[in-house]
């Protein structure tokens, strides 16, 4: 378990994904926001902002075809190649953590790939962990980085909160990343989905240490990177005064203006 301490100012540079790291990746990913149909072809869905991940995930595989859709701001990479088929079955093998895409898995891909069940099959979910790059595919997938100024009553100065906030349906994996991180967890009863919201700035600070290391990619790494500018303003304390305020809410436009990009 990352301990808390004080971050650097200094942000890590980005440094190439080994095979083994971009297979965690690559199943928290499809865990986020991927599924398997039942012709057993992979398929991953992106903002539109995020094209370049979705060629990365192609050329990283070698296989693969990327859409736009017309009617949304989103694009969607489909491996429906047998070998890619196989690379997948591969490489995300034992590192699913969705019950449902665990049973994609072995349902449909195994077996359209023609591979034998006793080299390829996961038994039961994985746990999520912050000793891999799990969990940075999922918030790539799913994940949303957020800088939240209140006013309250009797206060002069607003109050920041820095949330990273996970909309999933499957209940069960936000209860497995609230034990790992603390948080909470609520229901959009219009929407019939739960969401994950890390709160507090303690548990930013770890969320910070483990995505300097184990890095998003995409717009998703220029929100956490904005995110985590405002985190070194509080950890200076220069939130207390309204230049550190002012800077903070520049900031916040600025994420609010790449989302709608």
């Known amino acids: 378990m990352l301990k808390s301490k004080n971050i650097t100012i200094h942000r890590p540079k980005s440094q190439p994904l080994t095979l083994g790291e971009f297979q965690f990746f690559l199943a928290g990913l499809i865990d986020a926001d991927g599924h398997i149909n039942k012709l057993g072809n992979i ?4 903002h539109s902002r995020d094209i370049s991940v979705a060629y990365y995930i192609k050329t990283r595989i070698g296989y693969g075809q990327i859409s736009k859709n017309k009617h949304k701001n989103a694009i969607t990479y489909v491996c429906s190649h047998p070998i890619g088929k196989i690379l997948f079955c591969r490489y995300i093998n034992q590192k699913l953590v969705n019950p449902d895409r665990v049973q994609q898995f072995n349902n449909r891909l195994i077996p359209k790939c023609g591979l034998p069940y006793r080299y390829f099959s996961q038994q039961s979910p994985g746990i999520p962990s912050l000793e891999n790059h799990w969990l940075a595919g999922f918030i790539q997938g799913n994940g949303s980085f957020q800088v939240k100024l209140v006013s309250k009553k009797n206060r002069l100065k607003k109050e920041v909160r820095l949330v990273l906030q996970i909309d999933l349906k499957q209940l069960s994996i936000l209860k497995q990343l609230q034990t790992l991180i603390g948080g909470f967890i609520g229901f959009r009863v219009s929407q019939n989905t739960y969401y994950y919201s890390s709160v507090s ?10 995505l300097d290391h184990f890095q998003v990619m995409g717009s998703s790494a220029t929100l956490y990177w904005m995110w985590r500018k405002c ?3 509080i950890q200076n304390k220069d939130h207390l005064n309204q230049k550190g305020i002012d800077n903070i809410e520049k900031i916040k436009a600025q994420m609010s203006k ?4």
């Open 43 to 46: 398929i991953i869905a992106f």
């Open 258 to 261: 790449l989302r709608l990009n």
């Open 231 to 233: 985190y070194i303003i």
């Open 201 to 210: 700035f303690e548990r930013a600070a770890k969320l910070i240490q483990y």
